[in-house]
């Protein structure tokens, strides 16, 4: 084991780009037209034939790989997007989730700062970037645009536990900001909501959603023998650090999204105390890394 307590290394650097802030770089994104909680009225009108034409792209390279690779929950309600050819107007998808699980989805411009995102998640609101990638930038883009935003997140939303456990997710991050905790919440996110894995009686899935967008890493996800792929357990996971610039060393396994849910639900106040406590021990544990005695899953 190479855990170690360095507290910057190259490997996770600050925290996941999740949120604007974040990343080494000022976010993308025309910042002057969002409201003081950071969201924004979608133009549907300024998108021009060509970014409709990268959507329709990326969703079909992304739908034909779903089978066998993407959870089932995130397959039966991908079509809640609606037409695949467009990018979807916001207020249409919002209204159809709206209805399926209280969710909605609000426009922002990109990246938004931690505290604005906790907010918006504890309201039921998913923050969505409008902006979509330029046609060189189809493979991979460094900031979440419309495409991972939308296709890779907002089906689950229509999931019932997931949307629940979502929304306890942002009233966690309300009270970690105050804890000082965001770095150690923000490893949840990383390895649950966007890079998460589920066990199925039809063998693992993926349902987090930089997996979901990804052209090259939903497979290597599921298939490759490469990752290594770890049962979920909070503290565990909260010692772990994360890749930010290849596909995941390390892989987390759930059971079901209501055992996310539950082992969720508690105060988070004091497994930050004992993973504080753990870490100061025995060090962070690097991507990519088993301890030993731990239950591994193979593909
Ligand atoms: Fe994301």
Same mark, same amino acid.
């Given at each position: 084991?190479t %855990?170690?307590?360095? $507290? ?8 996941? $780009? ?5 990343g080494?770089?000022?976010?993308r994104? !025309? ?9 924004c ?11 409709? !034409? *990268? ?6 390279r ?11 929950e ?8 609606g ?7 916001? !207020? ?12 909605? /989805?609000?426009?922002v ?6 505290? #604005? ?5 504890? %309201?039921?609101?998913?923050?969505? *970037?409008?902006?979509i990638?330029?046609p ?7 900031? $979440?645009?419309?495409?991972?935003d939308?296709f ?6 229509f999931n019932?536990?997931?949307a !629940?456990y979502?929304? %306890?997710?942002? #009233?966690?991050?309300l ?7 965001c ?11 966007e890079?998460g894995? /589920?066990?199925?009686?039809?063998g ?6 930089? /997996?979901?967008?990804s ?7 599921? *298939? ?6 770890? %049962? ?7 010692r772990s650090?994360?890749? /930010?610039?290849t596909? =995941? ?8 999204? =209501? =055992?996310?849910?539950?082992?969720t ?7 930050? #105390?004992r993973?504080?406590e753990?870490i100061?021990?025995?060090g ?7 301890? $030993?005695?731990?239950r591994?899953?193979?593909?």
């Amino acid at each position: 084991m190479t %855990a170690t307590t360095a $507290p910057h290394s190259p490997v996770n650097r600050g925290v996941a $780009p999740v949120t604007y802030g974040t990343g080494d770089r000022t976010p993308r994104g !025309d910042y002057a037209r969002a409201r003081a909680d950071y969201t924004c009225e979608q133009d549907w009108a300024a998108y021009a034939a060509a970014d409709h !034409d *990268t959507y329709r792209r990326l969703y079909a390279r992304q739908l034909q790989q779903l089978p066998g690779l993407a959870c089932d929950e995130f397959i039966a309600a991908v079509r809640q997007l609606g037409a695949p050819e467009h990018i979807p107007r916001f !207020d249409d998808v919002s209204e159809r989730l709206l209805r399926a699980t209280g969710w909605q /989805i609000v426009c922002v411009p990109g990246l938004i700062p931690e505290e #604005a995102f906790f907010a918006l998640l504890a %309201a039921r609101k998913f923050p969505v *970037t409008d902006w979509i990638r330029r046609p060189e930038e189809f493979d991979y883009v460094v900031e $979440p645009d419309v495409f991972h935003d939308l296709f890779g997140h907002v089906p689950l939303l229509f999931n019932r536990s997931f949307a !629940d456990y979502m929304q %306890a997710y942002g #009233a966690g991050g309300l009270k970690a900001s105050r804890l000082d905790a965001c770095e150690l919440l923000a490893r949840l996110y990383w390895y649950t909501v966007e890079f998460g894995l /589920i066990a199925t009686p039809q063998g693992l899935r993926a349902y987090g959603a930089g /997996i979901l967008s990804s052209a090259g890493e939903l497979r290597y996800s599921i *298939t490759s023998a490469e990752p290594r792929r770890v %049962a979920f357990d909070l503290q565990r996971l909260m010692r772990s650090r994360y890749r /930010i610039d290849t596909y =995941q060393a390390t892989y987390v396994v759930i059971d079901s999204f =209501q =055992q996310l849910f539950e082992a969720t639900a508690p105060d988070f106040r004091p497994v930050y #105390a004992r993973v504080r406590e753990t870490i100061a021990a025995a060090g962070e544990i690097d991507a990519g890394i088993v301890l $030993p005695g731990e239950r591994q899953f193979r593909t």
